[in-house]
């Protein structure tokens, strides 16, 4: 496509002179190209460098140093918008870990925020299924697990981010 100039570079749409149609779908192609390539540039892993907040950090540092490997997800997720995991102290505090309880047979779902590190797995159940301790709403919802005792329980940890048919 031929086009005049005006004096200050731009081009003016009246003096359009001759048009050849095979110029158009080569620059689209061309654009979509390169929208493709800044795409794909935005999603390499390699080039990504993921920042956290200062808090995230801190939590992060304080796993570390117990031996824990510790991932986020991205903020849009729900997962991450509804972990309250923190630390008790900045220095030398303990890590209060958000922990989400699944009751299959009940078909029920609990979360407690702030769950202190050194509190066990027996001290958390035992507000929600222990005989004379625990809630009575939630006792009775899970009824099925009050009935047995507490050495019958099993507990499964659910391992994130790890293929199905991993051999530990």
């Not at 779908?25 to 061309?30: A, C, D, E, G, V």
């Not at 510790?70 to 958000?98: A, C, E, Q, V």
């Amino acid at each position: 496509m031929t086009q005049k100039t005006l004096r200050n570079g731009s081009r003016h749409d009246k003096f359009v002179i001759g048009f050849i149609p095979v110029i158009l779908p080569t620059q689209s192609r061309f654009l979509e190209e390169a929208g493709r390539i800044a795409d794909n540039s935005k999603r390499d892993p390699k080039k990504r460098r993921i920042t956290h907040a200062g808090y995230l950090n801190q939590i992060k540092r304080a796993a570390l140093k117990r031996d824990i490997k510790l991932k986020f997800l991205p903020f849009p997720m729900m997962r991450r918008k509804n972990n309250t995991t923190t630390l008790s102290n900045y220095h030398y505090g303990d890590i209060l870990w958000h922990v989400e309880l699944v009751f299959p047979e009940a078909e029920a779902k609990y979360t407690e925020s702030r769950v202190n590190e050194n509190t066990t797995l027996q001290d958390i159940l035992r507000g929600y299924i222990h005989p004379t301790e625990s809630d009575p709403v939630k006792r009775q919802k899970l009824k099925s697990y009050c009935v047995t005792g507490s050495e019958d329980y099993k507990v499964f940890l659910r391992k994130e981010r790890s293929p199905a048919n991993d051999v530990r």
